[in-house]
């Protein structure tokens, strides 16, 4: 069975969702809907992966605290193999203002430490048995680059809303195989994948919000899909996660990729129905069904 290493990534998250972002400012806004729930980009690909039953570990650092805890607690109840190092600054938690477009605006209250005390060791044993290494950019997670030089795994990493020639990323393109980014902030997405491409990449995917995704192999061909837009929009939290997590399913099937993206393309959709990072009734049998349904297939 195939194995998945994903590194970095808990938080806990208090998530508010307005019907629209206060204008002007400020205002008093006396109701809003609230959730609290295990957030961040490791613990969504994870629980994901989990329900796809995709093989995986995730590690991460986390404060032994009462919203530490409480994310363990999250994981272990969804059977999620998750290892970790107490961070001495707390558990990462962020607030997130939601309006009904899916739009966010994220407050990070607390942050994870630059330089945690890691485990390497226990994070080198994980190397050996794992076919697929997901660096997620975590700030804590620039300590682990050093050893992907000789892991000789691929390496898969999410860029999220990357900006052209931003430093903080360069480090995890540098170490990464695999690429997925948001196009988000981007003035000409094909001609930045075009440009990681030609850095040696095997593989750049770019995701559009509800304009779909892009991909771009190395022999040069690319596949567009349309995004999915007949769900209810609940809750984008971790949409872009789930995508990745479907894609990298497939991929893992050994599907080609322009069935790899339309994966990727339903993980997300279903994602949006869901308050939670993960669509409940997600799993490998479900969108198995779901992927001949929607594409007729």
């Not at 590194?7 to 998530?15: A, E, K, L, P, W």
């Not at 430093?167 to 196009?183: G, Q, R, T, W």
């Not at 991929?251 to 959709?269: N, Q, V």
Request: charge should be negative; charged fraction near 20%.
């Amino acid at each position: 069975m195939q194995h998945v290493f994903i590194i970095g990534g808990t938080t806990f998250d208090h998530i508010i969702s307005l019907p629209e972002f206060p204008n002007p400012m400020p205002q008093s806004i006396h109701q809003a809907l609230f959730n609290e729930t295990t957030g961040s980009t490791g613990a969504g690909k994870a629980l994901a992966l989990t329900k796809l039953k995709i093989s995986n570990t995730l590690y991460s650092v986390l404060g032994n605290d009462a919203y530490g805890q409480r994310i363990i607690q999250h994981l272990d109840k969804e059977s999620v193999d998750f290892i970790y190092d107490w961070d001495p600054k707390g558990t990462e938690r962020h607030v997130n203002l939601m309006d009904k477009q899916g739009r966010r605006i994220s407050i990070f209250v607390t942050l994870s430490s630059e330089h945690p005390p890691i485990n390497i060791q226990r994070v080198a044993e994980q190397f050996k048995k794992s076919d697929v290494v997901v660096l997620n950019i975590i700030s804590y997670c620039k300590n682990i680059i050093p050893l992907l030089a000789n892991c000789n795994k691929p390496i898969w990493t999410d860029l999220h809303d990357y900006t052209d020639n931003n430093p903080y990323h360069e480090p995890f393109i540098v170490a990464s195989d695999v690429i997925f980014l948001s196009s988000d902030n981007l003035p000409d997405y094909k001609q930045t994948m075009k440009g990681l491409m030609a850095r040696g990449k095997e593989l750049v995917v770019c995701t559009h919000g509800n304009g779909g995704s892009t991909a771009l192999n190395r022999q040069g061909d690319w596949f567009y899909e349309p995004a999915l837009n007949d769900f209810s929009l609940i809750d984008a939290n971790g949409a872009g996660d789930n995508y990745f997590a479907g894609f990298l399913f497939a991929y893992l099937k050994g599907y080609a990729l322009e069935r790899c993206i339309k994966y990727g393309s339903l993980c997300g959709a279903y994602c949006l129905t869901s308050k939670q990072l993960v669509y409940e009734k997600l799993s490998k049998e479900f969108l198995e069904k779901v992927y001949h349904i929607h594409y007729k297939v």
